[in-house]
């Protein structure tokens, strides 16, 4: 792939200081104080993406309440503080469906602190504890391994974070890795249709946000990122609440040579992580989330909700598209 550059045009003044190879760009004879700084965008590695969800997918199911849970979720701080200015984690109870309750932990790296312009990075790291769209009915109680649906997101995003650290970006970059997401009412189940049942982190964290005074420009979440040959559709609510970061994620796809993967075509409204972030904080966020029509669950990737679930359902081609392309967005942003 090659590099990918943004091209800033900058006052002369401004620019003074600036170490990312300013150059000089003849701009008419009134136009004396005009460089253009280049920035390189970073090169994702889906290699390294792909050996993060691996290494998750190796502690098994990572359902709330279970020691596999604990484990991976001292993984996750002690990865993504390596390469985070700072680690939190936010510690929470919530009650799932059948009243189950859930020992939960948002996970939040942040990268330059301090920095007033942010933009905010999310996907659940929580497995589903049960198999329930699977073929076979003798599954449905089998929990999975969650390669995708969990581990695809999480591992993007620790390659962001592992790239942020080795060149830092003009802004400001908090990566939460949501707990409690996949816990919802199984298929048939009679609280299907009704309450809060998804998403149980994210809901927690936007009514209690780590810093009070937490604000980001946009918020971007990866949701079963990871399968081969994903595409990406424009998700009803992401369309609703912020149609312009959409916009801007898909242009900038389209503009690297993504536009076979990220259509420009609405489908579907997902009760996920972003709808807390858009309706409780007001924070713009959109969901990049692989949803397919044509898939035996008439909705979302082939192996959803199954058994395969499983490290042979990644592809690197898809975890490229989305990295390099969110990789893209954020180091451009200013
Ligand atoms: C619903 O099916 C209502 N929400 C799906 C959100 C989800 C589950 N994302 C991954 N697993
Ligand atoms: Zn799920």
Redesign the pocket.
């Known amino acids: 792939m090659n590099r990918l550059f943004l091209y800033v045009i900058l006052a002369l003044s401004l620019s003074m200081g600036s170490c990312n190879q300013p150059l000089n760009k003849s701009t008419g004879p009134n136009e004396k104080a005009t460089t253009v700084e280049r920035i390189q965008v970073p090169d994702f590695n889906a290699d390294s993406a792909y050996r993060y969800i691996e290494e998750q997918v190796d502690f098994g199911p990572r359902i709330p309440n279970t020691p596999e849970h604990l484990a991976a979720a001292t993984y996750l701080v002690n990865k993504l503080g390596s390469f985070a200015d700072t680690v939190v984690v936010q510690e929470f109870k919530a009650r799932a469906y059948d009243g189950t309750i859930l020992n939960g932990k948002n996970i939040i790296g942040s990268f330059k602190p301090g920095h007033k312009s942010r933009v905010l990075l999310c996907a659940?790291w929580d497995t589903?504890p049960f198999a329930d769209h699977d073929p076979n009915p003798e599954n449905h109680l089998v929990p999975i391994d969650g390669a995708n649906?969990?581990g695809s997101g999480v591992g993007v995003l620790l390659e962001i974070a592992r790239q942020l650290e080795l060149q830092s970006p003009q802004i400001g970059i908090d990566i939460i890795f949501f707990d409690a997401?996949?816990y919802?009412p199984p298929q048939d189940h009679q609280k299907r249709g009704s309450g809060n049942w998804?998403?149980l982190g994210s809901q927690y964290w936007a009514k209690n946000t780590h810093d009070p005074d937490y604000f980001a420009k946009y918020a971007i979440l990866l949701?079963?990122v990871g399968a081969h040959d994903a595409r990406f559709y424009m998700e009803g609510y992401s369309q609703m609440y912020a149609p312009g970061i959409l916009k801007k994620v898909w242009n900038t796809a389209h503009r690297i040579g993504f536009q076979d993967y990220f259509i420009f075509e609405q489908k579907g409204y997902?009760?996920?992580d972003h709808k807390p972030i858009n309706e409780i904080l007001k924070i713009p966020a959109i969901d990049i989330?692989h949803m397919d029509d044509a898939s035996s669950n008439g909705s979302?990737f082939e192996h959803?909700?199954t058994i395969h679930d499983t490290m042979d359902a990644i592809g690197k081609g898809s975890l490229k598209v989305v990295g390099q392309t969110v990789l893209t967005v954020i180091y451009e942003e200013r």
């Open positions: 659940h589903r649906d969990g997401e996949d919802g998804w998403a949701d079963m997902i009760d996920d989330i979302f959803w909700h």
